[in-house]
């Protein structure tokens, strides 16, 4: 390592000054923290303090820089040092915010505070200042998949921004399905009555852009690469193949309808006056190109009685369909009824539903179709029964619990089926060969054969050829803090591929996807990690000659950011990279690091705490905190006043995923009386902002108790607990309630060694 200089740096300002004897800080920092330049200042943050620190930059060759102030988490513009290696010790949040103003606590909270400047010091030494990463690509051309109303949407939008664009659509012309649709849900006041489609506007705009290049009849026969680098290979019709360089890719593949044969109990499959909402849009678009009015599909003549069944083959719970709701469905029956209506008056239009959903509009649309004498009825249909050129409709009535309600003589069922995502194939889960039956048998009658996915990206990762699926098939996204983002960094989703929506939140999804993906080809070009580490100028490194090839990093990488060579060494891909540093956990002889973030940065400021023995009554706990949630919680309870333990040294970490055990084994030796790991929410309804990292590491922590036999300490002494940004108020009672735990246990047996 080239020769360091480190500087600290005490700040007085926010009531420091007048809780904390800073004189004494600036002593630990120079006698326990080694630091040969530390100085004190009223206020470190305005422009006075920070010259001071530009000026020991600039004339006395100060390359690491810690700074006893604020959380990590404020004053960052006025912190901005990216030259330097520079790290922060939480006296305000941390400290003084979270301790009573008592004589009693002042003792306690001055202990709480040279430690963090002992830790800052230690965590300073072990980092140096990232450099970016050199494999950079700088294409700036964003591949659009799916030429439907999101792809064009966003093909449109990305054009306007500046950004060239290759549009791949699979079929003969754009559009998707908005092309197949008569009118569309109005999306403007006064909500009164379906309305155009706009799609051969938006055709018209994408074919007359010179900025986007469309083919047509084409698919992604390869992708390979990474944001700002990745090399696209497009099959045409022809046969032909042509490469593209791209930057960032936006999967916008759309969705099929739930296939309505599925449900024969309804009458599908059993009458052609049975339709899906699909089949009745053909049905109105047939009928505007001759006299307008609908007619029967079985014999041709009028309709004149309807029924709408909502959730058909949705929100099941028995497993057997989709489990979830389409959300725009409502709204469809409400338009589509509208159609009858609109063309004449006395057509029988009754819609029954379990929950009428309308986003988008309030209930002016629903208030509109029953104005014009749309009927709505609260039921759940058990059953349709074709019979010659009507139907009877059997249903319970939800208002007066009548279970045998029933409605007779309907020209023409329309069954609201759901979205099915086109996602691709489930690298998770594979589905089943395209085979019913033993050894090539044909299916049995009305026996349902699973059809294999086509993969749509065709991604040359390890992981599998197309970006991770949620459990319901729609393409994994961290749906709370950062949509359209995919486990595949530059690969974006939008529109029904990503989850069910309408024509209007598919063009605003498509927009939003667009912005992402122009942020990620950018960010690539500077060497800068994407979300949730956005700037991020550190990558992953490696010290291949202590490998042991055993491929839990590239197992665990929640991105797919590692491969692997033909020696079977890890291979990063540091523009997928996310910077989570769940390679760094699960490497079980710690030979990858990260500049500003390392087995050594965190281990550093473990050993740098001061021990009290086991007569002091001073235990000590500490608390390996995912920045993303759980920090920010602790920094939000202190500005709120909210008082937990003094027992307690707080280390952030990027996500629960990067934490090695060794770090725990370290503390237990050193003789912390405890650990508590506080993490994102994982499993299903995961919160994680890295997706997968917290989950990964409480499998890998789960194991911590033959560490702690082999230690022969208690398993309590290691604590995991699920923590949310927005637990202000339970994160300091979860900690002093462990606190009190752990006093009852008894200190420490290796307090003292």
């Keep these: 390592m080239a020769d360091i200089k480190v500087a600290a740096y005490i700040c007085k300002g926010c009531g420091l000054g007048e809780r904390l004897d800073t004189d004494a800080l600036v002593k630990v920092a120079q006698k326990d923290g080694k630091v040969p330049l530390v100085k004190s200042h009223d206020f470190l943050c305005n422009a006075d303090g920070v010259a001071m620190i530009r000026n020991d930059v600039a004339n006395e060759g100060v390359t690491h820089i810690m700074i006893g102030a604020c959380s990590r988490r404020a004053k960052t513009?006025?912190?901005?040092?990216?030259?330097?290696?520079?790290?922060?010790?939480?006296?305000?949040?941390?400290?003084?915010?979270?301790?009573?103003?008592?004589?009693?606590?002042?003792?306690?909270?001055?202990?709480?505070?040279?430690?963090?400047?002992?830790?800052?010091?230690?965590?300073?030494?072990?980092?140096?200042?990232?450099?970016?990463?050199?494999?950079?690509?700088?294409?700036?051309?964003?591949?659009?998949?799916?030429?439907?109303?999101?792809?064009?949407?966003?093909?449109?939008?990305?054009?306007?921004?500046?950004?060239?664009?290759?549009?791949?659509?699979?079929?003969?012309?754009?559009?998707?399905?908005?092309?197949?649709?008569?009118?569309?849900?109005?999306?403007?006041?006064?909500?009164?009555?379906?309305?155009?489609?706009?799609?051969?506007?938006?055709?018209?705009?994408?074919?007359?852009?010179?900025?986007?290049?469309?083919?047509?009849?084409?698919?992604?026969?390869?992708?390979?690469?990474?944001?700002?680098?990745?090399?696209?290979?497009?099959?045409?019709?022809?046969?032909?193949?042509?490469?593209?360089?791209?930057?960032?890719?936006?999967?916008?593949?759309?969705?099929?309808?739930?296939?309505?044969?599925?449900?024969?109990?309804?009458?599908?499959?059993?009458?052609?006056?049975?339709?899906?909402?699909?089949?009745?849009?053909?049905?109105?678009?047939?009928?505007?190109?001759?006299?307008?009015?609908?007619?029967?599909?079985?014999?041709?003549?009028?309709?004149?009685?309807?029924?709408?069944?909502?959730?058909?083959?949705?929100?099941?719970?028995?497993?057997?369909?989709?489990?979830?709701?389409?959300?725009?469905?409502?709204?469809?029956?409400?338009?589509?009824?509208?159609?009858?209506?609109?063309?004449?008056?006395?057509?029988?239009?009754?819609?029954?539903?379990?929950?009428?959903?309308?986003?988008?509009?309030?209930?002016?649309?629903?208030?509109?179709?029953?104005?014009?004498?749309?009927?709505?009825?609260?039921?759940?249909?058990?059953?349709?029964?074709?019979?010659?050129?009507?139907?009877?409709?059997?249903?319970?009535?939800?208002?007066?619990?009548?279970?045998?309600?029933?409605?007779?003589?309907?020209?023409?069922?329309?069954?609201?089926?759901?979205?099915?995502?086109?996602?691709?194939?489930?690298?998770?889960?594979?589905?089943?060969?395209?085979?019913?039956?033993?050894?090539?048998?044909?299916?049995?009658?009305?026996?349902?054969?699973?059809?294999k996915p086509i993969s749509i990206l065709n991604l040359t990762y390890r992981q599998g050829p197309d970006v991770p699926q949620l459990t319901q098939g729609f393409t994994d996204s961290h749906f709370i803090c950062f949509p359209y983002e995919t486990r595949r960094t530059g690969i974006y989703t939008a529109g029904p591929v990503r989850r069910p929506m309408d024509m209007a939140q598919a063009r605003e999804d498509a927009t939003g996807a667009a912005l992402k993906a122009i942020q990620a080809l950018e960010n690539a070009e500077l060497g800068r990690a994407a979300h949730p580490r956005s700037g991020d100028l550190s990558f992953p490194k490696v010290r291949l000659e202590g490998c042991t090839q055993c491929k839990r990093c590239t197992v665990e990488c929640p991105f797919g950011a590692i491969d692997e060579d033909e020696k079977r060494f890890p291979v990063f891909n540091e523009s997928r990279c996310r910077r989570c540093g769940t390679c760094m956990g699960a490497c079980p002889v710690r030979v990858i690091s990260f500049e500003n973030y390392s087995v050594n940065t965190v281990g550093a400021q473990i050993k740098a705490v001061d021990i009290p023995d086991e007569f002091s009554e001073k235990p000590r706990i500490l608390i390996l905190a995912c920045e993303n949630d759980a920090y920010p919680a602790l920094d939000m309870a202190g500005m709120n006043h909210n008082e937990y333990s003094a027992f307690v040294r707080i280390i952030p970490i990027r996500c629960l995923g990067s934490v090695n055990t060794i770090w725990v084994t370290d503390a237990l030796n050193a003789g912390y009386d405890g650990v508590m790991m506080m993490g994102c929410k994982s499993g299903e309804q995961y919160q994680c902002h890295f997706v997968k990292g917290s989950e990964l590491g409480r499998v890998r922590m789960s194991k911590i108790d033959d560490t702690l036999k082999t230690l022969n300490l208690e398993s309590e002494r290691v604590r995991d607990l699920e923590v949310a940004i927005t637990d202000i108020k339970r994160v300091p009672e979860m900690i002093n309630k462990y606190a009190e735990e752990l006093v009852a246990i008894g200190p420490s047996p290796f307090k003292g060694f």
């Design 77 to 451: 513009e006025a912190f901005f040092f990216p030259e330097n290696a520079v790290a922060r010790a939480n006296l305000r949040e941390g400290v003084i915010w979270i301790r009573p103003d008592t004589e009693e606590a002042r003792e306690t909270t001055q202990d709480m505070a040279e430690d963090y400047i002992r830790m800052g010091c230690a965590e300073v030494k072990a980092m140096t200042a990232p450099g970016g990463n050199p494999n950079t690509g700088s294409n700036k051309t964003l591949l659009v998949v799916g030429g439907g109303v999101t792809g064009m949407t966003a093909a449109v939008e990305a054009s306007k921004a500046g950004y060239p664009v290759v549009l791949v659509e699979k079929s003969s012309a754009l559009g998707g399905w908005g092309a197949r649709l008569f009118k569309r849900i109005p999306i403007h006041e006064p909500f009164k009555s379906p309305a155009d489609t706009g799609v051969a506007d938006l055709v018209s705009q994408v074919m007359g852009d010179s900025n986007i290049k469309v083919y047509l009849n084409a698919t992604i026969a390869k992708t390979e690469g990474a944001p700002g680098r990745f090399v696209v290979d497009v099959a045409t019709e022809s046969g032909a193949t042509h490469t593209e360089d791209i930057g960032a890719i936006l999967q916008a593949t759309g969705f099929t309808l739930y296939d309505m044969n599925k449900l024969p109990e309804l009458g599908a499959g059993k009458s052609p006056n049975v339709v899906d909402q699909a089949g009745l849009e053909a049905l109105a678009s047939e009928a505007a190109a001759k006299d307008g009015v609908i007619r029967r599909p079985s014999d041709g003549q009028p309709v004149t009685s309807v029924v709408f069944v909502q959730c058909a083959g949705q929100r099941d719970t028995t497993g057997t369909h989709l489990s979830y709701c389409s959300g725009y469905c409502c709204n469809t029956s409400v338009k589509q009824a509208m159609y009858f209506k609109d063309a004449n008056p006395s057509v029988e239009t009754v819609v029954v539903y379990t929950d009428l959903r309308t986003p988008g509009n309030g209930e002016d649309f629903y208030r509109s179709a029953q104005e014009k004498g749309v009927i709505f009825t609260k039921g759940k249909v058990s059953q349709v029964l074709p019979s010659g050129n009507t139907s009877t409709v059997k249903f319970h009535d939800l208002i007066l619990d009548d279970t045998d309600a029933t409605i007779a003589d309907v020209d023409l069922v329309v069954l609201a089926t759901g979205q099915v995502p086109n996602s691709g194939v489930n690298i998770e889960a594979l589905a089943k060969p395209q085979v019913a039956g033993e050894e090539g048998e044909a299916p049995a009658e009305g026996e349902a054969v699973e059809v």
